[in-house]
């Protein structure tokens, strides 16, 4: 799952960064309202963290941007300015929820899991496709009640595109989805074969028929 820390306090952004890591997201970050609106109209992310007062802009008006663009993504705003009207004025823009700083970081990160599974998996906890269950929570995997032992990009990878069931999702789409920034760095995409070539070995190890097709020339579907 991909994050966007829109922050200008970099000290504050690194150690939000290093908390939702550690949660397996994959983050980027931008430090002003320029940043953010490029970012955010090159690529799509699970959840955006959106700072009000940035030193180029507000972030209500980036939120009011995104929303005009039709963008899907989730968006909790953190903000100093702990203000009733602009609570209210970013819930009626359509943010997904509100935290003023301080904050706890746990509390941080259980609110950026409930955005991710009320907008992708209709707020359950869990995910389940024939014989694979997938546990949000624990980010575990089973296959017919077997726990399967993937790594944490075997994991990402294959709630990405179970996620995206029954649609082609591109090398380009995966990279950017496990790595963020940094797939802009890679020469090839050789890692993605070699990640999705263990998982679906281990899916099958586990007796699962192989649902992740490859479509030569542009990447996987997962076909349920």
């Not at 890591?21 to 109209?41: F, M, N």
């Not at 968006?75 to 509100?98: E, F, M, P």
């Not at 999702?169 to 020469?187: M, Q, R, W, Y």
């Amino acid at each position: 799952m991909k994050i966007l820390i829109v922050e200008d306090e970099r000290e504050m952004a690194k150690s939000i960064v290093q908390y939702l890591r550690q949660e397996s997201y994959v983050c980027e970050v931008a430090y002003t309202a320029g940043d953010a609106r490029e970012k955010i109209l090159a690529h799509d992310y699970d959840c955006i963290l959106l700072d009000i007062s940035l030193p180029d802009g507000n972030g209500l008006q980036i939120l009011e941007e995104l929303k005009a663009e039709k963008k899907m993504d989730g968006v909790i705003i953190i903000s100093a300015r702990n203000s009733l009207d602009d609570k209210i004025k970013g819930l009626n823009l359509g943010a997904d929820d509100y935290i003023p700083k301080p904050f706890n970081l746990s509390e941080l990160g259980a609110r950026v899991s409930a955005v991710i599974r009320r907008r992708r998996f209709d707020g359950n906890n869990t995910i389940s496709v024939h014989e694979i269950t997938i546990d949000l929570l624990s980010k575990t995997v089973k296959v017919n009640k077997t726990v399967v032992d993937v790594t944490r990009k075997e994991y990402d990878l294959l709630l990405f595109v179970i996620s995206n069931k029954n649609r082609v999702v591109t090398k380009n789409a995966i990279a950017e989805h496990l790595s963020g920034d940094d797939a802009e760095v890679f020469d090839n995409f050789d890692f993605i074969y070699a990640h999705m070539k263990n998982l679906k070995k281990k899916l099958t190890e586990a007796h699962c028929p192989d649902y992740i097709k490859t479509i030569y020339g542009l990447g996987y579907k997962f076909e349920a």
